[in-house]
């Protein structure tokens, strides 16, 4: 065999080695998230005798996507660590760095394995775990919950920004409502006030109604008073205000980011600010599923770090473990700096991409380490 061939043999069984091991780890501990999940749906029909059993296993089982993504980063790490503490203990890699092959030349292959699953994860599992989580959710709302979803409940407050091209091409009509609910498929509004402007940002009209409706194309809004600067109020009349907002974007503009797949997050994200809704969920969302293939590759980083170190040195359970927890720290950090990114407190792109950076950091240092001794 030529020495040429040996680093793409080598690779290749490494390779293998860490993507069983990876793949072994996520589908037992999805296995473990999905038993717990179906337990707990269980729990919640319990005390609904009219829904079936087999509706409770379908709702499990369309979150078995969504679970498997959210523990992807986790298998990456724990199945790293069995693969190279494996590699370690049978002395595989002892004899691979003394015939001259450093850690990173070692850790290519895997490295390579890991940021190819998280970039499929991300473009091929997030469009199935969307589809099939919002499947779940709907089933969820039909039949597990007392509500219909949170535009059902009275007291609902509503801010929309939306073009306003009747009046200036392009003018925005910005529209409050102090209270929304849902009845019967029927969106209606109360104690409303749209602001009409154009784009100068000059206000043109005001708009006071006590209650209105959304039909397809348009707002009702009944006894509507129109107020222009300067001039007296118009008699109470029902006003129509056209708009190119549906019942479904506004639903879907209070439901959780994982219904929408990677590909659809752009688009929804530019019609919720077109909207005046909030988009900072999206974004957080949008930006963490693009950091997932370099989340994937930090985990392998750092499960490289602490488990390749050579069982005679002792405390390889120690360092084990210290890897598991660092693992867990930095879904701590991550989930953290989601809250402050969803505050406002930082920006959607630090709060997706500095726990992936931070652990990153760490994970290169353990290797410095390990590498120079």
């Known amino acids: 065999m030529s020495l040429s061939t040996i680093p793409v043999t080598l690779s290749l069984y490494l390779a293998r080695q ?90 290519a292959a ?46 609902t407050s509503l801010w929309l920004r939306q073009l306003d091209t009747g009046i200036d091409p392009r003018g925005v009509a910005i529209l409050h409502s102090r209270d929304a609910h849902l009845n019967n498929g029927v969106l209606g509004i109360r104690d409303i006030s749209v602001f009409r402007v154009d784009h100068d940002g000059h206000m043109i009209l005001r708009i006071e109604a006590p209650s209105g409706l959304l039909e397809p194309g348009r707002w009702r809004l009944d006894g509507a008073r129109v107020l222009r600067p300067y001039e007296l109020p118009e008699a109470p009349s029902t006003f129509f205000l056209p708009t190119d907002l549906t019942l479904d974007r506004v639903q879907e503009s209070f439901a959780s980011p994982d219904t929408l797949s990677v590909w659809a997050l752009p688009k929804f994200i530019r019609m919720l600010e077109r909207s005046g809704f909030s988009s900072i969920r999206h974004r957080i969302h949008f930006e963490s599923l693009l950091a997932l293939p ?34 867990f720290l930095l879904f701590t950090v ?40």
């Open 110 to 155: 895997p490295l390579a394995c890991a940021m190819f699953l998280g970039a499929l994860t991300t473009a091929v599992i997030s469009p199935l775990s969307s589809s099939m989580y919002a499947q779940a959710e709907a089933l969820d709302e039909q039949y597990l919950k007392s509500d219909g979803g949170p535009l059902t409940m009275s007291g």
């Open 18 to 107: 860490f993507i069983f091991s990876v793949m072994a780890m996520t589908a037992s501990l999805t296995g473990i998230v999905c038993l717990f999940d179906f337990i707990d749906l269980l729990r919640r029909v319990a005390t609904k005798p009219d829904v079936p059993t087999s509706l409770v296993t379908e709702i499990a089982g369309l979150h078995v996507p969504f679970f498997f993504m959210e523990i992807m980063p986790f298998g990456v790490l724990l199945g790293g660590i069995v693969c190279f503490w494996r590699l370690t203990r049978t002395s595989e890699l002892i004899v691979a760095r003394a015939a001259g092959i450093s850690a990173w030349q070692f850790l």
């Open 334 to 373: 991550s989930k953290v700096a989601e809250q402050f990114g969803n505050s406002g407190a930082l920006p959607p792109i630090l709060a997706a991409w500095a726990p992936t950076g931070a652990g990153l950091c760490l994970a290169v240092s353990l290797l410095l380490h390990l590498e120079d001794g």
């Open 294 to 327: 370099i989340l994937a590759g930090t985990m392998t980083l750092v499960a490289a770090g602490f488990s390749m170190r050579p069982t005679r040195r002792g405390g390889v359970t120690q360092m084990i473990g210290s890897g598991v927890a660092a693992g």
